[in-house]
Structure formats: structure tokens, C-alpha cells
């Protein structure tokens, strides 16, 4: 098992209830599995959408992308900078 | 810095990318309109994603328009409305590539900052807004 480090953003972190915590997943993992475990730990994340938008160590990823131990998995809401 | 809690100085940014080799300057604003009773609106970023994404953004637009120099800033933080949480501004030799590579900045910022939004409402409301297609 891996420690990976979740960052959660805007409405998303008032839905987790906290906005930086961690998950522990079997590594190498997908991004999606992370959110998987995410869903888990943090009850109130279930209402986030099927495919919500992630970063991985501060980059936009799809959700296959590999996750390994000490990774950032960031879920951000729809953007809406400008 | 590309992120601030501070008005934008539009006059910063046109001193950072103007010289008497650029002939044509184009500056963007973004400012907060007063939709539906909005009376301003709660930026919030992934800071350390956000600073980087627009370096790469404007790296991007280095090499697209070499000649061209853009410098942008994103304000964060309470924003009341009239007033502005974005200015890009782009000088280059001709108005072309100027205009070219502020539109060029301003699109990639609104489809990759880490940056969300919460409309606040003169009845005390808040609404977190989703992104929209309005260009």
C-alpha cells in the first residue's frame, strides 16, 4: 500500500469537508482508483461525478494515469477562471 | 506574479511588455458583471498549479509568437463587481500577433486555471458558478 496526498478545491472541498488529506492505495494505482478510495474515506465526495476533473502532481491528467506512492492527486471542480 | 489579492494595475502590465520594438499592444480584461443581483465574486485557485499552468501557458505563446511579448495576472480573493480578476496584455511588432496571442492567452486560461468562482448576492446567497461557454 501507498500513501498518495488528495487536494480538494471549491465545492469539492466543502463536499470532503477538508481541502488537503491523504488515502492509502495499493501502487502503482490510476487516478481513478484514488478517487475510488477517495469516495471511501470521505462520505460526502460520493455526490462528486462519475469522472470528475484531476490533476496528478499538478498537471491535468486523465484518470488512467498512473499514481505512485507520495503522488498529489488533485479533484477540481469545472474550471471557471478568467 | 501572476496571482494577487490586489486590484490589477493595468499600467504594470503594459510597462512589463511594451518597447520601441513592439508597435501594437493589446490588453484583455475580465472584469465581475452585475448578473443577477451578483455583487461580487470569491476567486479562489490551486495556487502552486495555477502559477505554473500559466507559465506554461504563456511559454506556449512564446513560442508561437516569438516576437511577442504577454504578461497576465489573475487577481484572487473577494472581487466586487466592476472590477477586474483578469488582465492579459500583449505587444508585439504588429497589431496581428498581438491581438493573435492575447485571445490566444485568454482562451487557455479559461480552459486550464485551477480557478473556481462563488457568486455572492446582494440577499446574502452564494452560489458556486460551473464553467459556461459565453466567450
Known amino acids: 500500500m501507498g500513501k498518495v496526498s488528495v487536494r480538494f478545491f471549491a465545492r469539492y472541498a466543502e463536499l470532503a469537508g477538508c481541502s488537503l488529506s491523504a488515502v492509502n492505495v495499493q501502487t502503482p494505482a490510476t487516478v481513478a482508483d484514488v478517487i475510488s478510495r477517495v469516495r471511501e474515506v470521505f462520505p460526502g465526495t460520493q455526490a462528486l461525478p462519475p469522472r470528475p476533473l484531476a490533476a496528478l502532481n499538478q498537471r491535468q491528467v486523465k484518470l488512467d494515469a498512473t499514481v505512485n506512492e507520495g503522488d498529489e492527486v488533485a479533484l477540481l471542480p469545472p474550471l471557471s477562471g478568467g | ?135
Not at chain 2, 506556449?60 to 496584455?89: F, K, M, N, Y
Open chain 2, 1 to 135: 506574479m501572476h496571482l494577487t489579492r490586489h486590484r490589477l494595475e493595468v499600467a504594470d502590465l503594459l510597462a512589463e511588455v511594451q518597447s520601441v520594438e513592439r508597435g501594437g499592444t493589446c490588453v484583455f480584461l475580465g472584469t465581475v458583471r452585475n448578473d443577477a443581483g451578483v455583487t461580487g465574486i470569491d476567486y479562489s485557485a490551486y495556487e502552486a498549479m495555477a502559477v505554473e499552468e500559466i507559465e506554461r501557458i504563456l511559454a506556449e505563446a512564446h513560442e508561437r509568437w516569438p516576437d511577442a511579448r504577454v504578461v497576465l495576472q489573475h487577481r484572487l480573493g473577494l472581487i466586487p463587481v466592476g472590477e477586474a480578476s483578469i488582465a492579459i496584455a500583449a505587444a508585439a511588432p504588429h497589431r496581428d500577433a498581438a491581438f493573435a496571442a492575447c485571445r490566444h492567452v485568454i482562451e487557455e486560461v479559461k480552459q486550464r486555471l485551477p480557478i473556481w468562482k462563488k457568486e455572492l448576492r446582494g440577499d446574502g446567497s452564494e452560489k458556486w458558478v460551473e464553467a459556461h461557454d459565453h466567450r
